[in-house]
């Protein structure tokens, strides 16, 4: 079946950097995006990014701008966020998401998720 | 930014019970509109895509409905195993796409 498989747990220093994998199985990785979600402890679902795994594109929330990298290495069929400048406020389960919609377009909704990789940001 | 409203907060019903959970969006979304079922300990779940298209493997007493601002996610018999958070998410305007706050179901 679909999986998304996270990297494990990270513990980082306030205003260092974190770089999370979400490695696909069991399909053709390379037609679909991925979406990333990240939930702080206790709150709901905020959608950070995409990126399209067919063609490099990426739209980031407003919020993360300038902070934010997602990519994707076709050859092995995993896609990474990177986090710049961590704050208290960033810790969070971050998920990754398949994104059905395919060739470079979002279809929107997320069909299969990743397990979740915490990420705790404290000095 | 879209704002997605959801409503009640806190449903409490016994098993064999239906259910339904409210969502409206702050603009018109058509039906590009997802729920998502998230147990305690889990990840996401995609339930329902389009307003009212179940995803694979999800029971038929799952339902959605709805189109423009309004939106019901229906479970028509309660199961032990429904228990959870529910979020709605619009994927009509971007970025960014917005869920709800979630809706949490306990089965009494």
């Known amino acids: 079946q679909i999986q998304l498989v996270q990297s494990g747990a990270e513990v980082k220093k306030p205003g260092a950097s974190v770089k999370v994998s979400c490695k696909a199985s069991?399909?053709?990785?390379?037609?679909?995006?991925i979406s990333w979600v990240r939930q702080a402890p206790g709150q709901g679902l905020e959608w950070m990014g995409w990126?399209?795994?067919?063609?490099?594109?990426?739209k980031y929330a407003q919020k993360f701008q300038g902070r934010l990298t997602m990519t994707t290495d076709t050859s092995t069929g995993t896609s990474y966020m990177e986090l710049r400048s961590l704050r208290s406020d960033d810790t969070a389960i971050y998920y990754c998401?398949?994104?059905?919609?395919?060739?470079?377009?979002?279809?929107?909704?997320?069909?299969?998720w990743g397990q979740g990789t915490l990420v705790a940001v404290s000095s | 930014e879209i704002v997605m409203t959801q409503s009640p907060a806190t449903l409490s019903a016994s098993p064999g019970e239906r259910a339904t959970l409210s969502c409206r969006a702050s603009?018109?979304?058509?039906?590009?509109l997802a729920w998502y079922q998230q147990r305690l300990g889990q990840a996401p779940r995609l339930l329902i895509y389009?307003?009212?298209t179940r995803a694979t493997g999800i029971p038929d007493r799952f339902s959605g409905s709805g189109s423009g601002t309004e939106f019901t996610l229906t479970i028509s018999s309660l199961q032990s195993e429904d228990s959870a958070v529910y979020y709605c998410?619009?994927?009509?305007?971007?970025?960014?796409?917005?869920f709800g706050q979630g809706a949490k179901v306990e089965i009494k």
């Open positions: 998401a398949r994104d059905p919609g395919g060739l470079g377009t979002s279809a929107g909704m997320m069909d299969y």
């Open positions: 069991n399909y053709t990785s390379a037609k679909y995006g």
């Open positions: 990126t399209s795994a067919h063609n490099g594109n990426t």
């Open positions: 603009q018109t979304i058509s039906t590009n």
């Open positions: 389009d307003a009212s």
């Open positions: 998410q619009q994927y009509n305007n971007w970025p960014p796409w917005t």
